[in-house]
């Protein structure tokens, strides 16, 4: 074997030039890239050697470790659940107030991909040990270690496992066809609700997160959740948070629940304040106005508005402080005053 293939994963979700140029071209997120031989694509963890795709970081896991289900967020998902969440280095993004940059951005920025080599049986006997009722996805973008979600998540299914996503929307349809056998739910973030927010925030483009979620909600099983970080002075504006409600509900549904969480400042993007409590009670309102009936704000503990309401009677179905479930109210998915179905998976 060529040693520069030794330890590497042959990459799913590509094609080979029909040319001699032995270039290749990545189906797995929207950028698409066709990768000259040598290089690595955007993602800077998947490499064209000599006329085949690999993943770099497959045996590089940086994080593995139990998480209340709530901390993704999912609300809907297997409430009150612990998460066996797992993540590799790398990103398709660039965000500059990237909450975890320190291992998104390095194979990126000074090429270090760093981690330890754990087996995907490994990984799945330690979520069982660990007491969790699912695998998650997280930390960076899963997308760009579909190989070891992949592998994971199929042993993890096998075993009594769900499986989830904490995701930027970036894949393509064949990347969710691809995990649509496996794949139980998804948070997906919806960072703002305009291509200028996103070329200059994020080096990367709204239309096909908008395209992911409508394929998701409308193509799919796969449990839907929202997250938008608020950007004092970017992404806050009424007309914006107008329109980003109304897409969900018009494309999405009224029943996806949508997180709007409190920003702070991290890595390149520490010039701004964090976000006024007021603006996300504000986006919290023109959300209910727009008919979605589920919404939470995040990174702010013991907000009243991290329970979960029957939208029909307005009853407490679900009391959460911080990410701790103190009380389900929920009885066979409905509410138990008024008999309104409540929805979510596994509740």
Not at 165 to 185: H, K, Q, R
Not at 190 to 206: G, I, S, V
Not at 260 to 271: E, L, V
Request: aromatic share 10%; proline share 5%; charged share 25%.
């Amino acid at each position: 074997m060529n040693p520069a293939k030794e330890n590497l994963k042959r990459a799913v979700l590509w094609e080979a030039s029909s040319g001699e140029d032995k270039k290749v071209a990545c189906k797995l997120c929207n950028w698409r890239c066709v990768i000259d031989q040598g290089k690595s694509g955007r993602c800077a963890v998947r490499k064209n050697i000599e006329g085949t795709l690999y993943s770099l970081n497959y045996h590089k896991v940086c994080s593995a470790n139990p998480d209340p289900i709530e901390k993704k967020p999912l609300f809907h998902f297997q409430p009150g659940s612990r998460s066996f969440s797992v993540a590799t280095m790398g990103c398709n993004f660039r965000c500059e107030f990237c909450q975890n940059w320190q291992i998104s951005q390095a194979a990126f920025e000074d090429g270090q991909i760093s981690g330890q080599p754990i087996p995907p049986e490994q990984i799945v006997d330690s979520a069982i040990r660990s007491r969790c009722a699912s695998i998650a996805y997280t930390y960076t973008e899963p997308t760009i270690f579909m190989e070891l979600c992949s592998d994971c998540g199929k042993l993890g299914k096998q075993r009594g496992l769900t499986n989830v996503f904490v995701s930027n929307g970036y894949m393509t349809p064949e990347a969710i066809d691809f995990a649509g056998d496996w794949l139980d739910g998804i948070n997906v973030d919806l960072k703002a609700f305009t291509e200028d927010y996103y070329r200059r925030l994020c080096k990367a483009r709204l239309q096909p997160v908008l395209d992911t979620i409508s394929y998701i909600a409308k193509e799919t099983n796969i449990w839907l959740e929202i997250t938008t970080l608020l950007l004092p002075g970017e992404n806050d504006s009424d007309d914006e948070l107008k329109q980003l409600a109304d897409f969900i509900v018009d494309k999405a549904g009224p029943d996806v629940p949508w997180h709007i969480s409190r920003f702070h400042p991290q890595y390149k993007y520490r010039d701004s304040a964090s976000t006024h409590v007021s603006s996300l009670e504000r986006a919290f309102e023109i959300g209910k106005s727009a008919g979605l009936r589920y919404i939470y704000l995040g990174n702010v503990p013991g907000a009243r508005s991290e329970s979960t309401f029957c939208y029909n009677c307005g009853q407490i179905v679900i009391e959460r402080v911080g990410y701790k479930i103190v009380a389900n109210n929920i009885k066979d998915a409905k509410c138990p005053d008024c008999g309104t179905e409540i929805a979510g998976f596994e509740l």
